[in-house]
């Protein structure tokens, strides 16, 4: 009966740690030249110098997406639109899952919330690229993007008290 509750006991501690809370994670990117996609909820804020952004939202009236400096506008579908050109300034929020995807040159943005994505820098060395740009996730010391397509989630642990 011991061995039993022993093993119990092993079996919770081990989902609670599988299931740590976590809290809003943060993404940094300076002077980019990546495509990158964050799927989240929580807020996005940015500019770049040329490109695309593609917003792709939950289809709810509380999603904020305020795009300036746009040359092109169009909208594939209901849920998404697609926003090109030079010296595009945006911000968006919303507390539903909304994903946005840049595909740019001198990629400035701050995203604060939970999700996932991923950053894929223009960067190579054959070509005599050798830097697109850095990043940051939840304050540690900013990187290189990388050349190739790297995962990433945004999150934090928890702090401690």
Do not use: C, H
């Amino acid at each position: 009966m011991a061995a039993l509750a022993v093993l119990s006991l092993a079996v919770t501690a081990v989902a609670t740690a599988v299931r740590a809370p976590v809290e809003d994670g943060t993404l940094s990117v300076r002077d980019g030249r990546a495509t990158i996609q964050i799927r989240m909820k929580g807020g996005v804020i940015g500019r770049f110098a040329r490109g695309t952004l593609t917003v792709t939202d939950s289809l709810d009236e509380d999603t904020n997406i305020v795009v300036r400096g746009a040359d092109r506008t169009r909208s594939p579908n209901e849920r998404t639109t697609v926003y090109s050109g030079k010296n595009i300034r945006f911000r968006i929020t919303d507390d539903r899952r909304f994903v946005v995807k840049i595909n740019a040159s001198k990629i400035n943005l701050s995203a604060v919330g939970r999700g996932d994505g991923w950053l894929d820098g223009w960067g190579d060395p054959e070509d005599g690229i050798f830097f697109d740009g850095s990043y940051s996730r939840n304050g540690e010391e900013y990187q290189s993007i990388p050349d190739l397509r790297e995962s990433f989630e945004l999150a934090a642990s928890p702090s401690s008290p």
